[in-house]
């Protein structure tokens, strides 16, 4: 049975936004466009403001060495991949607004084979999708399709593929540029998946119904916590850390989950 504990609350965090660890700290977006650190005790320290830097609020996230790499918009509208130093430094690796249009968005991103994989929405309320490829230089390259799965929100490398959570309640695998379907969530009565991440060899996703599930290579679904009965509201945002499962939610708070 799994235990939550609250390690910080009162976090102005948007559905979307999902979070890493970088040196045993948890980073966490805001929406107002902050970049916190957080220890596994909720001391919490701001790496950067964004929104100030006029560069967007930050959605997807992943850590390559240090160093936090992360997707944002703003409301001209302009979409950013950056990099963030652990001193606060900002560096633009490609500007992704031609790729997001003036209706779309882009949320999720990994590294992946030494390039950045980064899910696309070219129109949210048209619900049409892709994922796309950007080289260390910026080169932008379009990878697969996703609008038969409606706007794509988080993503992870399981081997050789990327698993993306589909605003459809999909699972989907993306291999070699094919697109496969790997369970629906949403038909089997657990919800709109979110952000996904890796965990004991299996994917866990986070969804709208309230839930952090684990669904294996065979598409089985089974239930690690249910977070209506303790009212933390909706996880977002989810990421392994040692043994457990750290997750966001729409309610403010950062919780970690141990089973």
């Known amino acids: 049975m799994a235990t939550l504990s609250v390690i910080s609350k009162k976090l102005n965090i948007y559905t979307p936004q999902n979070i890493a660890v970088s040196q045993g700290r948890v980073i966490v977006p805001l929406l107002d466009g902050q970049l916190l650190r957080i220890t596994p005790t909720g001391e919490s320290s701001t790496i950067a403001n964004l929104m100030q830097s006029e560069l967007g609020v930050p959605f997807g996230m992943t850590v390559q060495e240090n160093d936090v790499i992360v997707t944002t918009s703003d409301f001209l509208p302009q979409h950013y991949l950056l990099r963030v130093k652990p001193d606060g430094k900002v ?20 590294v992946f084979r030494g390039d950045y994989f980064v899910t696309i929405s070219t ?9 796309i490829r950007v080289s260390p230089k910026g080169e932008i390259r379009t990878i697969a399709n996703l609008t038969e799965f409606k706007n794509p929100f988080g993503l992870v490398v399981q081997e050789d593929s990327i698993v993306i959570a589909q605003s459809s309640g999909h699972l989907v695998r993306v291999k070699d540029g094919e697109v496969s379907a790997i369970v ?28 952090v599930v684990t669904v294996d290579k065979a598409g089985n679904v089974s239930t690690v916590a249910d977070l209506n009965p ?6 977002s945002g989810i990421v392994a850390f040692e043994k457990d499962l750290i997750v966001t939610t ?8 141990s089973v």
């Open 184 to 211: 629906d969530l949403q038909e089997s009565g657990f919800g709109l998946p979110f952000n996904v991440a890796t965990w004991r060899d299996q994917i866990v996703a986070t969804t709208n119904a309230g839930l």
């Open 250 to 257: 729409n309610g403010g708070f950062l919780l970690r989950i």
């Open 123 to 131: 129109d949210v309320v048209e619900s049409t999708s892709e994922l």
């Open 91 to 110: 560096e633009p690796i490609a500007n992704l607004t031609q790729q997001s249009g003036s209706y779309g968005a882009p949320f999720g991103v990994v």
């Open 230 to 235: 303790a009212k933390y509201q909706i996880p």
